[in-house]
Structures are given as C-alpha cells and as structure tokens.
Nanobody
Framework: VQLQASGGGLVEVGGSLRLSCAAS????????MGWYRQAPGNKRELVAT???????NIADSVRGRFTISKDNAKNTVYLQMSSLKFEDTAVYYC?????????????WGQGTQVTVSS
C-alpha cells in the first residue's frame, strides 16, 4: 500500500491549505484513514481521522479550524486547514489502518511540510 501526501507549503497566519492523501488501492479496504503531524522536537500527534463508515475524530487543538473528508471514488482523503496558526507548522503524515491476517496494519505516507509564517 502506498500513500501519497501532497498539498503542503508555506502559508501566512490565518491562511488555508488543503492536504491530499492518495492511496494506491481502494480506501474502502481501510478501517480508518487520517492525518498526523510532527513538529521539530515533538512527538507525532493525531490531527484527524475518518473511519470507514465516516466517523470522524478531530484533535482539540484543530477542532473548528480543520476538517477531514474523503472521496472514495478518487481513493483520496483530504485535510482542509483554515485559520492556520504558527503552532500548526509541522510535517503532516497520512495514515491508513487496515485489517490483516495477524492484526491491524498501519501504513504511512511520506509526509508533507506545512509552514505557517507571519
């Protein structure tokens, strides 16, 4: 399974970006997909996840500013980020969870850098 993340870049405080994560196979096969981020010196943290049935989990730090969605036909998950803050600067990683013969397998994309500046 390959996850191709894109859409990162440099944006001013208060601006918006949309991240995309394209999967190499049907996203129906995943139990859950989501976005995590990691800032320098920090642990990787959950940003938002969306389940196969559409259930959504959003981190408190981004609730009301970020939304996660998916397009099953395009095998793509999106993270719409608005009202960006300095503290949103991080590498954003796409994640997918899928059931395997021995348990749950986790897949990661390569990461896309988001930098929020003044």
């Amino acid at each position: 399974v390959q996850l191709q993340a894109s859409g990162g870049g440099l944006v001013e405080v208060g601006g918006s970006l949309r991240l995309s994560c394209a999967a190499s196979r049907s996203i129906f096969s995943f139990n859950e997909m989501g976005w995590y981020r990691q800032a320098p010196g920090n642990k990787r943290e959950l940003v938002a996840t969306i389940g196969s049935g559409g259930s959504i989990n959003i981190a408190d730090s981004v609730r009301g500013r970020f939304t996660i969605s998916k397009d099953n036909a395009k095998n793509t998950v999106y993270l719409q980020m608005s009202s960006l803050k300095f503290e949103d600067t991080a590498v954003y990683y796409c994640n997918a969870l899928a059931s395997g013969s021995t348990g749950i397998n986790a897949y990661w994309g390569q990461g896309t850098q988001v930098t929020v500046s003044s």
